[in-house]
């Protein structure tokens, strides 16, 4: 069954170091609580906020990476509501409305799933500020909340997508592009914590529209989506009818639970922010930011092909990840042979991403690839170890594979007096075998097995075939 997905992604504008309206470290993470603050994130009377025109400049990068329409004027709105994490009772927002207007409007986002390209429309791209954060000390049971204010007044780009996503698969296909263009753009790093968000609204046909909030990565917005639409499906197949909510993803029970708050009914009763002047943009502006655009995923997807020779569908995977790609290029360059690394990488490392429940481009280190196709190359462990045992404890340990290998004792036994010794073994116990194979070349292959099967899989069968040939001939 189609579902009908929209998405509402909020990035943090990582690349500035401080928050939106004030000049207070927008590095929040792993910092006592409310010590990045002042007057102005605080929300205390009097104090007036300025608007750090990097943010608009970020805004605008990513408006003319996804073609959309860059604003001529924009303007910044009061969305009213109150919660403890919102000392002002508002947040500083944009608004399509009330002669206030977001930076940019329209856009679109190539996406490729199974191998079929599809395009997702973007609405619109506005700038705002992060509320607090809320602290349950003893999780959602606890008796009181504690807040810290140390991520309000954070920049935030929000991107609204029109509903043009029909599985999770897509969606989450979609946050990963985004996120490759976002970090090529080099405005988020996305690999921060809390970083990229969303909410999903997600209908089923014959059902309402349901609204899954704050969902924190790319994996688990594809798992809040596959569950809600079973979820939605089964009510209908049932004969009962869904309702128009907003939900929460709990990621730990992997499972989305209804909202008592019913914030869809909320008024924000917006209005237009009166300390922040209306700011103008000028086509020399955004002439100047198209400019300076870098190279963006689907420029490098062409480049992959005419330079390195891949086929559309390996350069488009790789791509589709900044980590991923710069990985490749790395090591391909390393290696010099750019279609094995890249044959490698697509089919197992993807292999992995979804055996143990990575986001895209998570535990790759271009330095133990490296390393990893040195060890092959070498003749030192085998290609089947390599994918079968020393990459996935790779990306699981993050450990360099030359560890790995010893401590699982990989490394292919190439000491012939070594060998020579454990064939003298292997001919002693097997007596018959021995006359057979002076007689029939063929009969030696069960004396090479029994050669692999004692060193465990560890040594070059070529070699030791060899070592019995001059043993028996001898
Ligand atoms: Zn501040």
């Not at 999903?200 to 594809?222: F, L, M, Q």
């Not at 008024?267 to 020399?284: A, G, H, K, V």
């Not at 292919?412 to 003298?424: G, M, Q, S, T």
Request: proline content about 6%; hydrophobic content about 35%; some cysteine.
């Amino acid at each position: 069954m189609d579902a009908k997905i929209g998405l509402e992604v909020h990035v943090q504008l990582t690349a500035l170091k401080t928050k939106l309206f004030c000049s207070c470290p927008s590095d929040y993470r792993d910092k006592p609580p409310n010590t990045n603050v002042c007057p102005v994130c605080l929300g205390m009377p009097g104090a007036l906020p300025l608007l750090n025109e990097r943010a608009i400049d970020m805004a605008i990068s990513l408006c003319l990476a996804l073609n959309g329409k860059v604003s001529e004027k924009v303007v910044f709105a009061r969305k009213h509501y109150f919660y403890p994490d919102l000392p002002k009772g508002f947040q500083i927002s944009q608004y399509t409305a009330l002669g206030s207007s977001p930076v940019c409007i329209g856009g679109q986002v190539k996406i490729n799933v199974d191998g079929k390209d599809k395009v997702i429309r973007i609405r619109r791209i506005q700038i705002e500020e992060d509320p607090g954060r809320l602290v349950w000390p003893q999780g959602f049971s606890s008796k009181y909340v504690l807040v810290d204010y140390n991520r309000s007044g954070i920049a935030l780009m929000e991107i609204v997508t029109e509903p043009d996503m029909s599985s999770p698969k897509e969606a989450r296909a979609f946050l990963e592009k985004l996120r490759s263009i976002l970090e090529h753009l080099g405005i988020c790093d996305c690999s921060l914590e809390g970083s990229m968000r969303a909410d999903a609204n997600v209908s089923v046909p014959g059902g309402e529209r349901v609204e899954v909030k704050n969902i924190g990565s790319p994996k688990d917005v594809e798992k809040a989506l596959t569950f809600e639409i079973v979820r939605q499906s089964t009510i209908i197949k049932q004969g009962g009818k869904v309702a128009r909510e907003t939900r929460h993803w709990d990621a730990g029970k992997r499972v989305t639970i209804a909202s008592r708050s019913k914030e869809e009914e909320a008024d924000y009763r917006y209005m237009p922010e009166p300390n922040i002047p209306p700011t103008l943009i000028s086509p020399e502006r955004v002439q100047r930011i198209r400019e300076s655009l870098p190279e963006l995923p689907d420029e490098r997807a062409r480049r992959f092909v005419r330079e390195y020779g891949l086929s559309e569908y390996l350069a488009k995977v790789l791509t589709s990840s900044k980590a991923l790609a710069d990985t490749f290029e790395e090591v391909a360059r390393a290696v010099g042979d750019y279609q094995r690394v890249a044959n490698f990488l697509v089919v197992e490392y993807l292999r992995r991403v979804k055996e143990f429940n990575l986001e895209l481009g998570e535990g790759l280190k271009a330095e133990h690839l490296k390393e990893l196709f040195q060890l092959i190359d070498s003749g030192k462990i085998t290609l089947n170890q390599a994918k079968e045992v020393v990459f996935p404890e790779m990306l699981l340990s993050g450990k360099p594979p030359s560890e790995i290998a010893k401590e699982k004792g990989l490394f292919v036994v190439r000491d012939e007096e070594k060998l020579r010794e454990v064939i003298r073994e292997v001919m002693e116990k097997n007596p018959k075998a021995v006359e057979d194979a002076k007689k029939s070349k063929k009969a030696i292959n069960f004396l090479v097995g029994q050669v692999m099967k004692a060193t465990r899989g560890k040594a070059d069968p070529k070699l030791v075939r060899k070592l019995i040939e001059e043993m028996l001939s001898s």
